[in-house]
């Protein structure tokens, strides 16, 4: 994905670059109609499963789909912020495309034919070709784009919530013979596969911002170690690490261009990030312990603060965080 580093770093400022010939080759990629499905994605909504990919032994339909609606998003976010309307319409619809590949009836992302029936049988728990290592479980939360609109799809916050906690509680009878990509293994979440990432922040969009603190300690305690295999996966493009820097900051992008941070716990108890034009922003974790991992309340430069996310913009312009744990 070229495309949301594009767009990530034009909406935050970072990097010189032409933003209109930068957005011109983001388009031009989202409408490659002979390459991975893209041209079926534009015509029906989403890449059916049944129909032969050339570029991949794999097939990927459901992941693709998914992982294009997204592209599509972050395309929108920087066309309306050049002022492109038009444009920025076009792709804000075709980001709703997730829609298309939710099935109501069983509660899951599942894979579409050209006729657009669901496959059947389905079972979240399976590993398939239509899916990018990782199962039904896995790529149900891949909406970070709407997760308003995912919640209202799978029935509301409450709803939303339990679904959260079958994944992180549900372990399949017998002994399970996961595929190499599925590691650091809580229920169905797998922590050593990236797509998972995002999904312990959810519960906090929900209105459960507990249960976010409380997975968070647990990751932090039981899938990384101080030594050489101390990760519990492959640390693709330095995301294993960047996830736990975050997250002992105490919050994470569940959207990553949207230039705001969704609070979990923090992990420290003082942390300091030295900006580029010499300010510094100071997070400091008050009675954090063992026994304290749970948010009390939150102050921002002395005042505060009761939002669900920080922005990016309030970080760099430096100052201080204050977590009270309780």
Not at 306 to 316: N, P
Request: net charge negative; proline share 5%; charged share 25%.
């Amino acid at each position: 994905h070229a495309v949301p580093v594009i767009v990530d770093a034009y909406l935050k400022g970072i990097g010189d670059f032409d933003a209109e010939k930068a957005l011109k080759a983001c388009v031009a990629t989202a409408n490659l109609d002979n390459y991975r499905g893209i041209g079926l994605y534009k015509k029906l909504g989403y890449i059916p499963y049944n129909i032969k990919d050339e570029y991949n032994a794999d097939n990927w339909s459901l992941s693709k789909t998914l992982e294009y609606a997204f592209d599509d998003y972050c395309i929108a976010e920087m066309a309306r912020k050049m002022g492109k309307t038009e444009l920025a319409e076009e792709f804000y619809k075709r980001s709703q495309n997730y829609k298309n590949v939710f099935n109501p009836a069983t509660g899951f992302m599942q894979p579409v034919d050209d006729k657009g029936v669901f496959i059947r049988p389905f079972c979240p728990d399976d590993y398939t070709a239509h899916i990018c290592e990782s199962n039904g479980w896995q790529y149900l939360w891949s909406v970070p784009q709407d997760i308003r609109g995912l919640i209202t799809l799978v029935g509301g916050k409450d709803r939303f919530a339990e679904k959260l906690d079958s994944m992180f509680t549900y372990i399949p009878a017998g002994k399970e013979d996961l595929p190499i990509f599925s590691t650091g293994m809580i229920g169905q979440y797998a922590h050593g596969n990236e797509p998972s990432h995002h999904v312990t922040y959810l519960y906090a969009l929900a209105g459960r911002p507990e249960r976010t603190q409380e997975l968070v300690r647990e990751i932090f305690d039981t899938q990384y170690k101080n030594k050489p295999d101390g990760l519990c996966g492959n640390d693709d493009c330095g995301q294993m690490s960047a996830w736990y820097m975050l997250s002992a900051m105490g919050f994470y992008p569940v959207d990553p261009v949207s230039a705001e941070y969704v609070f979990g716990a923090p992990q420290l108890p003082k942390m300091t990030l030295h900006l580029a034009d010499g300010k510094t922003f100071t997070i400091i974790a008050e009675n954090l312990s063992k026994e304290h991992k749970y948010v009390d309340s939150i102050t921002l430069n002395g005042e505060p603060y009761t939002k669900k996310t920080i922005s990016h913009e309030d970080i760099v312009k430096g100052g201080t965080l204050v977590y009270k744990m309780k």
